[in-house]
Structures are given as C-alpha cells and as structure tokens.
C-alpha cells in the first residue's frame, strides 16, 4: 500500500539553529513530492515540490528539501530556524500514474522553535 | 487572485441536523478537492471534481455526505443527519489541471463542531 511516514510527531530546535523534518514514502516508480505548511487555524499553505531534477529544491520561506531516491525520503530542511516557523509541516506524494492526482498525507510534524 | 475561500469559517450544530459549506476556488482553476481534517492528523481526501464532473469520491464519504459544483465554479459539501464523528475541519483546494506535478492550493477550512 502507498504510505507517507513523517516519523516524528514533534521537533524541537533552539532559533538560529538548522531544522529537519523528516519523510519517507513508500509509493511504486517515481513520485511527485510536496511540502505544506499550516499554522493555527489555518489552512494548508504550499511550501515546495520535487518533480524531477536537481535533488535539493528550494522553497518559500528559506525551506529547501532533498529528494533522496535510494532512501525513499524527501527531508525538509532550514540553515537558520525562525520563531515564526512554529507550525504544523506535512509532507505529501502523488503516484505520478495516478490520473485522479491524488495526494497521499503524512500523518504531519509539529515543529517547534524555541527563542 | 484572492486565493481559496469557505464560508462559514465555523459551524456549531446539533446532531441530527444539516449542514452545507461553500467553496470558492481560484477562478481558473477546474479542479476541486474535499478533505476532511480531524486533529492532530494529515488530511484525509472525500471527493473531486474536474469542472463539474465529480470523479472520484472516498470510501470515508457516507451516504450522508453530498458534494457538487453545478456550473464548474464553486463547491458546495452537504452533511445530513449529523453526528459528532463528523466533528473535523472540512478543507477544500483548487489546482491547475495541466499536470499531476501542479501543486494544490487550499482554502482556510470549515470547522464544524457537533453536539
């Protein structure tokens, strides 16, 4: 079956510091990848995607992620972390055969940034 | 371009009664999607339209739960009969319908409480 792990259900890292969060997929051939952020009370807010290319994609709000296809992972990752960054982040794939273009959701990972 | 919107942003209700929420995708956007979101989770996907045609909807979506979009705008997700387990927020997205690599953009969501 098609699965998004996020495998931390919380992060913690002090401002300043580099962020990872993580995803792994188990989806058959090669996926499309997206990243969304959602704040509180708020919806979904599309951080950046992995079609095809360079490994590393860079987004909105300094996130970038790397595509890792031996490791079936698409980690989102932050040089300097924000206060702002506090939120909900979940990660999503879609089976590029799929004509219904469906999203499959992790299960998503609370970060948190600490002053 | 103002984006995704829903109306209401929250809905109380007693169990047993109806409910209808509306969304109002990104104009030239023809496709339309229906989550639900319960806390603490990903979304989990209930139904889709490309223009008006409504093709594929979730195992999750009851006999209770009624979607359209009658002229291939806006969108409307009937809930009859109430009941507490249906207590989620209802988030809808738009996307483009040029390549299963386009991001979908979503609304702020319809939370509903049921009594």
């Known amino acids: 079956a098609q699965s998004v792990a996020q495998p931390e259900d919380q992060v913690n890292v002090a401002e300043g510091n580099p962020l990872t969060v993580k995803c792994t997929y188990s989806?058959?051939?090669?996926?499309?990848l997206f990243w969304y952020v959602q704040y509180p009370n708020r919806g979904l807010q599309f951080l950046l995607k992995?079609?095809?290319?360079d490994n590393l994609v860079k987004g909105s709000y300094g996130f970038e992620a790397e595509f890792n296809k031996s490791q079936t992972s698409f980690h989102l990752k932050k040089p300097s972390a924000l206060v702002s960054d506090s939120a909900l982040y979940f990660c999503?794939?879609?089976?590029?055969?799929?004509?219904?273009?469906?999203?499959?959701w992790g299960a998503g990972t609370k970060l948190i940034i600490k002053p | 371009d103002t984006g995704v919107s829903q109306d209401p942003r929250h809905k109380i209700t007693k169990r047993g009664q109806n409910v209808t929420f509306r969304c109002d995708p990104i104009s030239e956007h023809n496709r339309l999607y229906w989550y639900r979101q319960t806390l603490g989770q990903g979304p989990e996907f209930l139904t889709y339209?490309?223009?008006?045609?409504?093709?594929?909807k979730s195992r999750l979506l009851s006999d209770r739960f009624s979607a359209e979009r009658p002229k291939g705008s806006f969108s409307t997700l009937e809930i009859q009969r109430t009941e507490q387990g249906d207590s989620a927020m209802y988030l809808c997205?738009?996307?483009?319908?040029?390549?299963?690599?386009?991001?979908?953009?979503f609304g702020p969501g319809t939370r509903l409480t049921v009594l």
């Open positions: 992995y079609i095809t290319g």
């Open positions: 999503a794939v879609r089976d590029r055969r799929d004509s219904n273009y469906q999203l499959i």
């Open positions: 989806v058959s051939g090669n996926p499309y």
């Open positions: 339209f490309q223009n008006e045609a409504q093709l594929e």
């Open positions: 997205a738009s996307s483009f319908d040029r390549g299963s690599h386009n991001e979908q953009f």
